[in-house]
């Protein structure tokens, strides 16, 4: 058997290894890395210098300062003022609570960029409401978990900073957000639908209508809110400023907003804030340091050139691969979480669909939805696990439950893998 052989299955095996044994993801692939760079006898400095030259960016700047504003406004009553502001456009009809869940995730995706972030804070509010007006609580955490992967579509996504990170740095941030709007709205309309449905069947009330004199102060209250997303995405989509630069206005707002406008929480909590965000920081940058050294082993045993042979010797039509590829990160994101998958599997994935035609962009929004869905399902649904911890529900009654909105999602996947213009139709628009 040929060195370069042995050395594949020996990072290979030793990966699986190390994650049954429950190491952390960025320790095991560092480890696996250091195993496999010894037996080529590779000297160790180079895996030193991939992983520093995997944080050596300015980009990566962008997600400390999205991770840090997301902080900011989570502690306040931000998820309160969105879900007010969501009730005063769709809480009126039959189910409403329901809807007014998923437009109130999308708006606070839009302000995380975190589906655990978005189920977090709404759902901190929006399950107990829900139970309070006679919905059943597992639907209540149903609707709740699967509206929060709206999270990690919607920009400012910092996943969609990672998987452009994961590509080389080659594929634009601004086209990735741009790209992310319209899967999202047609991700919520579908969350919604799904909702109004069941609201029939289950027969929930209307929502409580909104009183006329509180309208005003709703409004300035969900506007103001939402500023947070506009300035990172105007000042991107503008031009004025680098995704960086947003991210770091973006804090600024946020501070001034939560500390001083509506004084939500003492000053004193900005440390705390600060504690959590840098170890939130520290964890994300050993991971991407540890996953640039993994990737740069993968290119060196060409082991993406290997899977692209092998999906095209499977099939040479780009509608099976797809497919394949759909349900291979599904299944992967079961028992892996998002950013690692992310970093893996980006540039082992990545050949294989340039050479079908698909944009880099168009596969960005695909992956992240995939994996997004794969937040929802166990062993490792993180999402789901703090759906029902909230809710008080047991892990199977919270599966269960969202698995009309598991099918409603993998449908509007396909949807969007198929028809690349749905995803593509507003970045090239931008370009002219």
Known sequence: ?????????????????????????????????????????????????????????????????????????????LALRIVNFAQLIVGGVRGGLAMVNSVACMFFGNISGSAVADVSSIGSVMIPMMKKKGYDTDYAVGVTVSSAIQGVVVP???????????????????????????????????????SYVYAIKRGYAKGDPVQRKDIPKIVLDGVMSLLTAAIILGGIFSGWFTATESGALACLYAFILTFIIYRDIPVSRMWLILKKTFRTVAMVL???????????????LKIPAMVTDLMLSISDSPVIILLIINILLLVLGAPMDMAPLILIMTPILLPVVTHLGMDPVHFGIIMMLNLGIGLLTPPVGTVLFVGCAIGRISISEGT??????????????LLLTYVPDLVMWLPNMMKH
């Open 1 to 77: 058997m040929e060195e370069t052989t042995i050395a594949i299955l020996l990072l290979c095996v030793s990966f699986v290894v190390l994650m049954m044994l429950r190491f952390p993801i960025s320790l095991t692939l560092a480890l696996c890395t250091l195993i496999t760079v010894m037996y080529l006898e590779i000297p160790l400095a180079v895996v030193g210098q991939r992983m520093i030259q995997g944080i050596n960016s300015y980009s990566l700047l962008t997600i400390p300062f999205f991770i840090l504003a997301g902080h900011i406004m989570s502690e306040g009553k």
């Open 156 to 194: 400012p996504s910092h996943n969609l900073v990672l998987y452009s990170l994961a590509a080389g740095g080659g594929v634009s941030i601004a086209s990735l957000f741009l790209a992310g709007i319209v899967p999202g709205l047609i991700l919520c309309v579908s969350l919604m639908a799904t």
């Open 286 to 300: 050993f991971l991407i340091a540890a996953s640039d050294a993994f990737s740069w082993l993968l290119a060196y």
């Open 400 to 413: 269960k439950a969202m698995m009309p909105f598991f099918y409603v999602m993998c449908v509007v996947l």
